[in-house]
């Protein structure tokens, strides 16, 4: 019964545009062959499943988001499919308000692992496919891999508090990343990237675009309560 399943179960990724008529070419990279995802493996859940299909990923320089999922009548995942990063296309804007470049992060990468519940409750993993149509990031960039980030990826506290004062004396974001890798004993402990902290200075702007001279009139007030 689960092989008839099987067969009819197609990998499929939301929204996924119509390739160019360009040809895109696959390569396989070269790695050890013990860490090869093999058909066959067996894990508890999926959040083995999926540590185990991004320490691979990792290793090899690519980074990888939850695809499609197909759930039984219980609402319990019975297929669960995990593809690379760059899959697909994205579709054209249609907003022409928008005045800002977006870089293109799909390839069309049909790099991608399934796994499927088994009767005992377990996640074997039966589909696999490697082949990679983009470059991999180097090692000394494979953790900024964005899944590889974890979940405070991006600009979190901590980086604000450091970012703030550099900000203050006209430092400008890509600076401020350089000193706070010095600050934090090298890139692979930031967590965040130049443009994260752009993309922060962008956002704080726009956001305090239409109140900056209420909030200057509103800091006097307060000094004033405190020394009237």
């Given at each position: ?19 160019p ?15 090869k995802?093999?058909?066959g ?68 990468c ?83 990237s ?5 993309n ?29």
């Amino acid at each position: 019964m689960e092989a008839t399943e099987e067969e009819g179960e197609q990998h499929q990724t939301p929204d996924k545009c119509k390739s160019p008529p360009h040809v895109v070419k696959e390569w396989i990279p070269i790695y050890e062959e013990e860490l090869k995802p093999r058909e066959g493996l067996e894990f508890a859940n999926l959040e083995e499943c999926e540590k185990f299909y991004k320490s691979y990923s990792h290793f090899i320089g690519f980074s990888i988001r939850k695809s499609t999922s197909k759930k039984n009548k219980e609402g319990v995942p019975k297929y669960k499919y995990y593809a690379c990063s760059k899959q697909g296309f994205r579709r054209s804007s249609t907003n022409v308000k928008c005045n800002r470049k977006v870089k293109l992060t799909r390839e069309d990468c049909n790099t991608m692992v399934g796994f499927r519940r088994t009767n005992n409750g377990r996640y074997v993993l039966f589909r696999f496919h490697e082949g990679q149509t983009h470059e991999l990031a180097t090692p000394s960039k494979r953790h900024m891999l964005h899944s590889n980030r974890g979940v405070n990826r991006g600009v979190n506290s901590v980086h604000r508090t450091l970012f703030k004062p550099l900000t203050c004396v006209n430092i400008d974001p890509s600076k401020a990343h350089c000193i706070i890798n010095e600050q934090v004993g090298g890139s692979q402990n930031v967590g965040c990237s130049k443009q994260d902290l752009k993309n922060f200075q962008r956002d704080l702007k726009a956001f305090i675009k239409d109140s900056n001279a209420q909030m200057f009139i509103e800091n006097f007030k307060g000094k004033q309560k405190m020394h009237p």
